[in-house]
């Protein structure tokens, strides 16, 4: 019985691979560290708060705008309602997600390893010093 075609008369032994299938920097570490993870943190709660505040900016433009008919107007008044909504949170949990990477960098690499005691000083600092200016 012939193969149907050249390239699939392959040895299976050629396709396990027991190895990683991307290359590394010699010395690189085969985890993410925590600077690599904040870029993704930071981002993901810009991303995610502005997505959430812009559904409800939505929400509240088409509750108000509900006796109009639609028209300019409208439509304008529900854009600047989804617009003025979705900014201040995103940048609020952008600017909270700054500061635990940053605390969280900073006690990693001040203890020399990254474990949940990191993790949970990291957030405790964060909220510290988000909530520190209204007093104990």
């Known amino acids: 019985m012939n193969p149907l075609s050249p390239y699939l008369n392959v040895e299976p032994c050629c396709l396990m691979q ?14 993410r560290g ?6 993704f943190t930071i981002g993901g709660c810009c991303m995610t708060a502005a997505a959430f505040e812009t559904m409800n900016g939505l929400r509240l433009g088409l509750k108000e705008t509900q006796s109009m008919a639609w028209s300019k107007p409208r439509n304008v008044q529900i854009l600047n309602r989804v617009t003025r909504q979705g900014a201040p949170w995103a940048s609020t949990l952008g600017s909270l997600a700054l500061l635990y990477s940053a605390f969280g960098v900073i006690i990693e690499k001040t203890r020399g390893a990254e474990d949940d005691l990191s993790t949970v000083a990291a957030g405790t600092m964060t909220g510290m010093l988000y909530k520190g200016t209204g007093g104990l």
């Open 18 to 31: 027991d190895t990683d299938e991307f290359i590394l920097p010699t010395g690189a570490n085969k985890t």
């Open 34 to 39: 925590r600077v690599e993870l904040a870029f």
